[in-house]
């Protein structure tokens, strides 16, 4: 087995290809080693003590190190723990643990949708789904929608977007452009 890098637009963050599917729908980001306990991967990557961030999406994995942490002695590391996890064919995720679509911890409560505004909503989650989130994995992370209020659409990036130095740009000219380019109601985008 071989496991491509490739490197994102956040340096931190390394995306990681083992050449086959990660996980079969949605992603899932592990911002903590409490986070990841419920994934022995996740949490074998955090063991390290060298690593802040993980993200599983559908064909890869991104690590975020911490500062200071060089990768060229992480990286090593890492590929060894995703050889060892793919080569024995391990679960992702311990027992009873669903696993799968991204789910919001408590404390990242959505915004509530203004009422009246389904088919808004309906064309900008499909804009999101078709034209960003393919882009937004190509660089090893992801993007949530939150919500949508007062001509404000709300997203969160995760994985290696989250943190990007770029992803404030990405927000506010790459989404916010196409979203108000296509759907007249959206006056802004914001991160949540």
């Known amino acids: 087995m071989f496991i491509e890098t490739e490197t994102t637009p956040n340096p931190a963050t390394l995306k990681f290809l083992p050449g086959q599917e990660v996980m079969a729908s949605g992603t ?8 990841a306990e419920i994934s022995p991967l996740a949490s074998a990557l955090f063991d390290t003590g060298e690593v802040t961030g993980v993200f599983f999406g559908r064909d890869f994995i991104s690590v975020t190190a911490a500062p200071g942490v060089e990768w060229s002695t992480l990286k090593p590391q890492v590929v060894s723990i995703l050889l060892d996890h793919f080569v024995s064919q391990a679960p992702l995720f311990t027992g009873g643990s669903a696993a799968g679509i991204s ?3 408590e404390e990242d409560e959505d915004i509530v ?4 505004n389904e088919d808004v909503i309906v064309q900008i989650k499909e804009l999101l789904e078709t034209r960003v989130r393919p882009a937004v ?6 993007i949530r929608y939150r919500g949508f209020r007062d001509g404000v659409v709300y997203l969160t990036m995760q994985g290696a977007c989250s943190g990007c130095p770029s992803s404030t740009a990405t927000l ?3 989404i916010e452009g196409l979203l108000k380019h296509y759907v007249p109601e959206v006056v802004e985008v914001r991160a949540a």
């Open 28 to 35: 899932r980001d592990f911002a903590s080693p409490e986070d």
């Open 103 to 105: 789910v919001p911890a």
């Open 113 to 116: 949708d203004d009422p009246g």
């Open 137 to 142: 994995a190509g660089d090893g992370g992801d």
């Open 172 to 174: 506010k000219h790459g």
